[in-house]
């Protein structure tokens, strides 16, 4: 598709804001379901549950921290309040919380220590509520639920510290009577804006995109700049669960899988924003913890998979890790954590010193610059400044040099998105038994892009740009080492 210069100033000119920059840095970050659900084993509340029945025993919040730490995560969200509307708060507008139930005698407050744990080992902390309440008598009435709802968002946003993220799915279901709450979205946005300005809004809100599923799959190609429209809460309530039936968890849509190629965004350049994705899925086949799903918590090879494809595919990585009815994480999400922590380390640590230059046609010899001091070889943190070639040069390529030959196994690079997303096609090539052949080739960049393939042992390696809206703007690309299966 050809697009006029105008065009390309358009797609380029969308660009992520402060609070979209930072959310994107934490990468990998967790879940925490955990509640009234489960104390009664199920996956959604009826509503109305006795308080009594939340006493876990063993509570321990700074177990869950070193779990999820253990991992590599950078935050924790925690499911202050789920669809039964019970209140892991004492709130002042519902006596349907901790504060009616015999832990901690009625004085606990269960936000507050997974907040302060959260910070003690140097977790970010986030929120996630349910704007369905099945227990609130005032829901399904218009604006005296919404000044219930408010209220405790209030609540939330005002106690707890600095906040990173507040979470809204697009349950949506009736109260006992049959009525159905229309969410004054508008107005739940501006409290969290004035009173956490430094929050994102995921999911049903304007600054985190759902990816669709809550599989773990990954979009071949995921764009952070994509139609306005996606923003519409009531579009994502409609795809998001509706029935507690135990399948929606591991569907993946067929549907939708194009957000943001330019065929996909023709006919809405004037209605671009950035709208960068995140990928959510559990440890366990549920969201809450379930005694009899013990021997289905995901192994950490499957969840590096997933880490890998949304993390190394322009999306964050939102893991669930619920805490069992004592109170702590069970033992097998506790060892698969570890490990998986184990694998990212031990990825990330691959990466193969090696020397960057520019070549501005594929084939010819690299330069005799080195690209600039703040261009990064490593996997991150990300820098500064960026590396912008030639405007005039088609398909720029970085060439890496390593001090002797390395078996290579993946690519990573990294576009600086303060310039927007602008990498439509990238290829990654290499010399081998004297033949130049392909390795990898991939269509977006973004935020980072990890490229893998069967290990092979090269003495340098050449990542060419094969097309863009205008000139990229690239921070990193490096080279990880991998394990040949070629005879010793």
Request: with cysteine; charged share 25%.
């Given at each position: 598709?050809?697009?006029t ?10 660009r992520?804001?402060?609070r979209?920059?930072?959310?994107q840095?934490?990468?990998?970050y ?6 009234m ?16 029945l939340?006493?876990?025993?063993a509570l321990?919040?700074d177990?869950?921290m070193?779990?999820i730490?253990?991992?590599g995560?950078?935050g ?7 669809h ?30 997974a ?21 609130e ?18 609540e ?39 009173l ?65 190629s ?24 549920g ?27 322009n ?45 501005t046609?594929?084939g010819?010899?690299?330069g ?16 500064d ?10 398909r ?5 040099t ?18 927007g ?20 080739e ?23 740009f ?23």
């Amino acid at each position: 598709m050809t697009s006029t210069i105008d065009d390309i100033d358009r797609l380029t000119a969308v660009r992520p804001d402060k609070r979209q920059a930072a959310w994107q840095q934490l990468e990998f970050y967790a879940f925490i379901h955990f509640g009234m659900n489960t104390m009664t084993d199920r996956e959604w509340g009826l509503g109305h549950e006795d308080p009594a029945l939340f006493h876990p025993v063993a509570l321990d919040t700074d177990q869950w921290m070193r779990a999820i730490k253990s991992a590599g995560m950078t935050g924790v969200i925690l499911t202050a309040k789920h669809h039964d509307g019970f209140c892991l708060w004492p709130s002042r507008v519902t006596s349907h919380s901790v504060s009616s139930s015999p832990w901690r005698d009625g004085s606990g407050d269960l936000v507050a220590e997974a907040a302060s744990a959260a910070r003690r080992h140097g977790l970010r902390f986030g929120v996630y509520v349910s704007p369905w309440d099945r227990t609130e008598s005032t829901y399904g009435s218009g604006r005296a639920y919404d000044d219930f709802f408010v209220a405790q968002l209030t609540e939330l946003l005002t106690r707890y510290g600095p906040i990173f993220s507040v979470w809204f799915d697009g349950a949506n279901g009736e109260s006992l009577d049959g009525r159905v709450q229309h969410y004054d979205w508008d107005r739940y946005y501006e409290t969290i804006r004035r009173l956490q300005p430094d929050a994102v809004i995921s999911v049903c809100g304007p600054d985190v995109r759902w990816c669709g599923n809550e599989a773990g799959h990954t979009r071949e190609d995921e764009w952070s700049v994509v139609p306005g429209k996606l923003r519409d809460a009531e579009r994502i309530a409609e795809q998001s669960q509706h029935v507690d039936d135990g399948r929606f968890s591991r569907f993946v849509r067929s549907d939708d899988e194009d957000l943001g190629s330019r065929e996909a965004l023709s006919g809405h350049l004037d209605d671009l924003v950035w709208y960068p994705a995140e990928v959510n899925t559990s440890i366990r086949p549920g969201w809450f913890h379930h005694s009899a799903e013990d021997a289905a918590v995901r192994t950490a090879e499957e969840l590096f998979e997933i880490w890998c494809s949304s993390t190394g595919g322009n999306a964050t990585f939102l893991l669930n890790v619920p805490p069992d009815m004592s109170g702590r994480v069970a033992a097998p999400d506790e060892r698969e954590l570890a490990r998986l922590g184990e694998l990212i380390e031990n990825f990330r640590t691959r990466v193969v010193p090696s020397l960057a230059h520019p070549s501005t046609v594929l084939g010819r010899e690299a330069g005799s610059d080195a690209l600039p001091t703040a261009f990064s070889c490593e996997f991150g943190p990300r820098p500064d400044t960026s590396w912008r070639p030639d405007p005039d040069d088609p398909r720029p390529a970085v060439v890496l040099t390593f001090d002797e030959p390395r078996p290579v196994a993946a690519v990573v690079v990294s576009e600086d998105i303060r310039h927007g997303q602008r990498v439509e096609g990238v290829s990654v090539r290499a010399v081998v038994d004297g033949d130049e052949v392909v390795l990898a080739e991939a269509g977006s960049v973004g935020y980072r892009r990890v490229m893998r393939f069967p290990a092979v042992t090269v003495g340098r390696l050449t990542v060419t740009f094969e097309s863009a809206r205008g000139t990229p703007a690239v921070a990193t690309v490096a080279a990880v080492e991998g394990v040949t299966t070629e005879p010793t």
